[in-house]
């Protein structure tokens, strides 16, 4: 297992020269018991399994996970060519537990019709800042952990808001995503709950989510890069009203969490030692 998951760029770049200009990449993650299989002696400071979180009616379960593959390019064929070739590697060493096939919703919004990602860091310098391990655990500097979470909506309830209710629920404009007032967002919009500061600093995220789906069941694939597990867990709690202050995020009203887990992503030099251990 830990050969093919080393393997795994070189599948890549070989399904990469189907068409260069898709741009496939994709991120290998690894689960926290499992990271204790392929590398017993070393492992990454921050890594934990998810803790389910459970208040006021509203859960973020933990179905945990031992491989994550996050696929991206811009075609769509493309990344179910690699998934095939990955699966044909991994063989009977490993079943899928969940797939999910994402999509871009118009000019990068949710279906919930706001654009998604507004709050991610812009520019290589500071992304890499949010996502990247650095000095705190110089073994694994250059990977990240990932947090990962499948929301279904309740677009129907959701339709039935006006649209100045809507703008309220997530704390921004539908038309240009942009913030609302202090006076005019209030304490329980979505962006509220999930900007948060200290000590004078925003707490960044990396945020790659998507939305997917049928007409039948739609949702939001969350997935979030980080240094520090610490950030996402903290937001995810203030959303879910769990931060002790009594309050919640009001779009949790509308939508539900139906998975929840956590990965480790290492550098490309760390992946190939896996493979060698």
Same mark, same amino acid.
């Given at each position: 297992?830990?050969?093919?998951?080393?393997?795994?760029?070189? $599948?890549?770049?070989?399904?990469?020269? *189907?068409?260069?200009?898709?741009?496939?990449?994709?991120?290998?993650?690894?689960?926290?018991?499992?990271?204790?299989? $392929?590398?017993?002696?070393?492992?990454?400071?921050?890594?934990?399994?998810?803790?389910?979180?459970?208040?006021?009616?509203?859960? /973020?379960?933990?179905?945990?996970?031992? *491989?994550?593959?996050?696929?991206?390019?811009k075609r769509a064929d493309l990344n179910f060519e690699l998934a095939m070739r990955i699966m044909r590697a991994l063989g009977d060493a490993a079943e899928v537990g969940e797939e999910v096939h994402g999509?871009?919703?118009?000019?990068?919004?949710?279906?919930?019709?706001?654009?998604?990602?507004?709050?991610?860091?812009?520019?290589?310098?500071?992304?890499?800042?949010?996502?990247?391990?650095?000095?705190?655990?110089?073994?694994?500097?250059?990977?990240?952990?990932?947090?990962? +979470?499948?929301?279904?909506?309740?677009?129907?309830?959701?339709?039935? *808001?006006?649209?100045?209710? +809507? !703008?309220?629920?997530?704390?921004?404009?539908?038309?240009?995503?942009?913030? $609302?007032?202090?006076? /005019?967002?209030?304490?329980?919009?979505?962006?509220?709950?999930?900007?948060?500061? !200290?000590?004078?600093?925003?707490?960044?995220?990396?945020?790659?989510?998507?939305?997917?789906?049928?007409?039948?069941?739609?949702? *939001?694939?969350?997935?979030?890069?980080?240094?520090?597990?610490?950030?996402?867990?903290?937001?995810?709690?203030?959303?879910?009203?769990?931060?002790g202050d009594g309050l919640h995020d009001h779009l949790m009203d509308y939508t539900r969490a139906v998975s929840g887990a956590t990965f480790f992503a290492p550098s490309l030099k760390s992946l190939k030692?896996?493979?060698?251990?």
């Open positions: 297992m830990a050969r093919v998951a080393a393997g795994i760029p070189s $599948l890549v770049a070989t399904t990469g020269r *189907l068409d260069p200009r898709a741009s496939l990449a994709c991120t290998v993650g690894v689960g926290s018991e499992f990271w204790d299989v $392929l590398s017993p002696d070393r492992r990454p400071k921050g890594l934990r399994p998810f803790k389910a979180i459970a208040a006021g009616g509203r859960s /973020a379960p933990n179905t945990g996970g031992d *491989l994550l593959l996050h696929a991206l390019s999509f871009r919703y118009l000019d990068s919004r949710d279906l919930t019709g706001f654009i998604d990602g507004t709050e991610n860091p812009k520019g290589r310098t500071p992304r890499a800042r949010a996502a990247l391990i650095g000095d705190e655990d110089p073994v694994f500097a250059g990977g990240s952990y990932v947090f990962t +979470q499948r929301y279904v909506h309740d677009l129907k309830s959701w339709a039935g *808001l006006p649209r100045k209710a +809507q !703008e309220r629920v997530i704390g921004r404009t539908k038309g240009k995503s942009t913030e $609302l007032s202090d006076k /005019a967002k209030p304490p329980t919009a979505h962006i509220s709950r999930v900007v948060i500061e !200290e000590g004078g600093e925003e707490l960044e995220i990396v945020r790659h989510s998507f939305p997917y789906g049928t007409v039948s069941e739609h949702g *939001l694939f969350f997935i979030a890069y980080t240094r520090n597990l610490d950030i996402p867990d903290t937001m995810l709690r203030r959303m879910l009203g769990a931060s030692s896996l493979g060698r251990s």
